[in-house]
């Protein structure tokens, strides 16, 4: 008898109400750069990250809770807040003991559609904290839906890549039947070794070097730089400790 | 300046409006087993192909055209009509000369979604038609949309892997930015050479070899076997020549 919990990989937002999600763990993925951001402020000492789905709302919240506001829409800043959505703007000597409120275009979309359809947990995962979500979805023993944030809902490489990674290190404590999850181990086993030169050719990667930020993008794909685990509690990713 | 048309892989069904597909050629590609049962009948002789979205449509249209009903829903055959969606039932001593009205769970459903949103011309495509399929998409030189008709709207693998195949003959004679090109390409080259072993592991292969369709899928991978170009026009899929 398989008593192993389930894994699937939802390759966009538009496909998670496919999936019943209400007993699963639900990781949001988004690589390019929410959830490494979210992962490195956290890491640099934030005391929370209010993850908001919309740029008057991140405003709102702002000046409720004194946090800085940060975004970005189609990848730049959004007038009227006050940070970006880049991993290097929050080093401990900024962020520690801060409250950041983040809206961005896919990531924080696809944390509250999560939210509303019922997800007994929400965690954030990008390369940055990779180890600190694989632990962590071992030892919770529960199913485990994948949710890549995606680029306005159209499948990307990079998130895609992320859920390989997580499950070429931990899928054998799964019970597996997704061909998306097969998928994506496959494209991560092919591509580990030089995940530079093969996210060269994303599309979102052309976006983003576009504005001049390789860098960050490389940051992103770096794993366990910023190795702790965001947690969603009572309306803010705050660390597990 | 570049002036090669466009292509782009959509992975599931619910993804087909991020695409604006009215100047655009669509593929309609469903594997296992649609899209081959229709290059198999059409290359064995048959009239025409009339695929329908509904049974109760299908039955109608035997009636009035006296043709063969067909089709399936989850993989079996439907009550209350005549065959199934193996292309092993079309020999050519069945099926020449005859229409064949055909409903399935999730192709002939993309191409009416196709034909709804407005497609300039849509044909269909499997590993059985695959050089009449790369022939045709590069002597039009129009924007392509490769539709994987997916299960039931999740991602499968093995449309993808056909798409894949296209883009790996072909692709260099377009303009490709997509992600689900890229890796449907990438899906294609690490496996080209043991489909078979590769897809054994597809949720799809483990649904159909559950009713003994083993040869079956075998089959609907094999390159050229019946290499006709169905083309959808006034209603019913008949061979380009």
Redesign the interface.
């Given at each position: 008898m398989n008593t192993k919990p389930s894994l699937h990989t939802v390759?966009?937002p538009?496909?998670l109400d496919?999936y019943d999600i209400s007993n699963s763990i639900v990781v949001i993925i988004d690589v390019f750069r929410a959830t490494s951001t979210i992962a490195t402020a956290l890491y640099n000492g934030a005391a929370k990250v209010l993850p908001v789905d919309s740029v008057p709302r991140c405003i709102e919240l702002g000046k409720i809770t004194g946090g800085i506001t940060a975004g970005e829409r189609d990848g730049k800043v959004v007038e009227g807040l006050q940070h970006g959505n880049s991993p290097t703007e929050y080093p401990r000597s900024f962020i520690e003991g801060q409250t950041l409120v983040l809206t961005t275009t896919n990531g924080t979309k696809l944390l509250h559609m999560a939210l509303d359809r019922g997800a007994a947990n929400i965690i954030t995962g990008s390369f940055p904290n990779l180890s600190a979500v694989c632990d962590y979805l071992v030892n919770q023993e529960k199913n485990v839906i994948l949710g890549c944030s995606a680029?306005?809902?159209?499948?990307?490489?990079e998130d895609?890549l992320f859920a390989g990674a997580v499950i070429e290190r931990i899928g054998h404590h799964f019970s597996i039947?997704?061909?998306?999850s097969?998928?994506a181990k496959?494209?991560y086993a092919?591509?580990q070794q030089d995940l530079v030169g093969f996210l060269r050719?994303?599309?979102?990667w052309?976006r983003l070097s576009a504005y001049g930020l390789e860098h960050d993008m490389e940051y992103c794909i770096s794993i366990d730089v910023a190795n702790v685990l965001p947690v969603y509690t009572n309306g803010s990713l705050i660390v597990q400790e």
């Open positions: 390759l966009s538009r496909l496919l680029w306005k809902d159209c499948f990307n490489l895609t039947h997704c061909d998306s097969l998928m496959d494209l092919q591509h050719k994303a599309t979102h052309h």
